[in-house]
């Protein structure tokens, strides 16, 4: 009994000695560091939970590194630069072109004609519809797509990572085109600047019709030029922006496109289908099920089932996992390949954006990708890495 009393004195002591070790040797003034509750960090996530949770580094990075402003600056300044040098091409354009108009005027003279050019470029609401006729100069202009080239969808990603179900709901995305008013690093600037200088300034986006209201209020708040219908094209439902850039190519002399996604550049990467965009319930009675698709690229299927049986807003199948053919579907090889083929375009006629979060990329890993249960979506994901093998050394 006596030994026991003198652990039971030793160990209290020794308690009583680091605690007073430890309240003594912290700062005064230190700050206290809030600890998340043991069951929100080692509570279970379900597949759904995880695809999005594998999102959290990329939309961090883009939230608060240096490097991602870093690169938005340099982006808009490449394209600063490519107005820069369009600018001085299109004034030595204009003298050539006074120069022709003076000498078929001075021929005209000579050969007794009683009409005359007088010599003028034409204003640029009528060089367009005159493109067609020799010695006219197009409009120059800019074309952009919006989200992630000049606002980033950071902070309804993060809704999303903490509320992976609301990808499902139309109202979550309705709601942050409408509040949202941060723009990327360098693109207010850029886009004054080229107006100043007379650039038509095209904002080409993958949104649909639906968010079209919202977008054009969201560029007046922005002080950016061109909110128009006229300048502001929507997903016209081809799952492709190249229906677009062949019409603009026609009618102006485009300077450079900016985008985050390969397809926002007129080089053929087009979408295998079209995940985007369009806010359309077609309910079938029979089902209870309501199809909404929006532009955080995501189809989903709501069916009236309880939560356990959903994976991803879709039924839980029991289809075998064939990663392997799977993967034979991935198309993002010959989008590398396209994009290799335009390899000295990148950086003046084609300015691209950071975006680690979403893009083509990864719905171009299987076929109907975005369609698949989420355990199956992760499983790919894995098995498309590359992989460093180590090999154990002999003893």
Known sequence: MNRIRRLLLTSGTLLMLTAGICFVTAPADAAVTPVAPLQEEMQFLTPLQQTEDERLMAVLWVQRSAEYRGLSYQAYNLATMEVDKALAQRREEEKTLRKATANRNRERQRNGATSRDDGRIPPENETGKQSGQKGSLRPLAVVLDIDETIVSNAPIGVYYLEHPEARA??????????????LLPGAGDFLKYANKHGIQVFYVTGRGPQDKAATS????????????????????????????????????????????????????????????????????????????????GTKHLAVAKTETEIQNGKPKTEMPLDIESMLKHDKNAKRNRIVDDHKHSFGTKFILLPNPMYGDWESNLAKKYRKLPAEQRIALRKAALKRFEIKEKRK
């Open 217 to 296: 209020r969201f560029l007046q708040k922005a002080g950016l030029p061109f909110p128009d219908a006229t300048h502001l094209l929507m997903n016209d439902r081809s799952g492709s922006k190249m229906n677009h850039f062949a019409r603009l190519a026609r009618r102006y002399d485009i300077i450079c496109y900016l985008g985050d996604n390969a397809g926002d550049f007129p080089i053929g990467a087009v979408r295998e289908d079209n995940p985007v965009i369009y806010k359309e319930e077609n309910t079938d009675k029979n089902s209870g099920s309501a199809t909404t698709i929006h532009n955080n």
């Open 169 to 182: 709901n139309y109202n979550a995305w309705e709601q942050w085109i409408v509040q949202h008013n941060e």
